[in-house]
């Protein structure tokens, strides 16, 4: 075993040796610059610049607060992840209008009691909430309120309808 080990070690020693030899930078060799050649260029008549066109101003984007529904899962105040494109989009309009103060209406289906509801609306509302103020947004300029099951968009009779009623609209003031 004391010989294998010894063996290994003088191989180990070499490869080390070769490696180190390899790994040498080599010097490089400058090459002489040759001057470059200059070409004659055909002289061109400048004809005169076209006089200057008045830039109108664009006129300033207004905001559009036209927004859809932020959706969630049924029994929760976790945003789906297709309703962050949607909120982003809340966030760069309400810096186009930075003195708008926007109200976050939260809602539910009508699927559990009515407090549990009116619990989960608000609930809904402040996860918006904290997701805008996240993204920058000024939290004074948001306001919550909770509807629970009171306003639904559709009948809740099917599962559709209960995912559409499951939301969080906006309204600017």
Do not use: W
């Not at 470059?36 to 008045?54: G, L, R």
Request: one cysteine or more; a positive charge; charged letters at 25%.
């Amino acid at each position: 075993m004391k010989i294998l080990r010894t063996r290994t070690l003088i191989v180990a020693m070499g490869l080390l040796t070769l490696s180190m030899q390899a790994c040498k930078t080599k010097k490089l060799v400058a090459k002489p610059v040759t001057p470059p050649v200059e070409a004659k260029v055909p002289v061109v008549e400048e004809k005169p610049a076209p006089a200057p066109v008045e830039e109108k101003e664009a006129p300033e984007e207004k905001a559009d607060f036209n927004f859809t529904n932020v959706q969630f899962e049924f029994n929760s105040d976790v945003l789906k992840t297709a309703s962050f494109g949607i909120l982003d989009q809340v966030v760069s309009q309400m810096k186009k209008s930075p003195e708008a103060i926007l109200t976050i209406h939260g809602n539910s289906s009508t699927e559990g009691s009515a407090a549990h509801n009116m619990s989960l609306s608000v609930d809904r509302a402040n996860a918006v909430k904290s997701y805008l103020v996240n993204a920058g947004l000024d939290g004074k300029k948001l306001a919550i309120k909770g509807h629970g099951a009171t306003n639904p968009v559709t009948k809740d009779t099917s599962e559709a309808g209960k995912a559409l009623n499951r939301r969080v609209e906006f309204k600017v003031k």
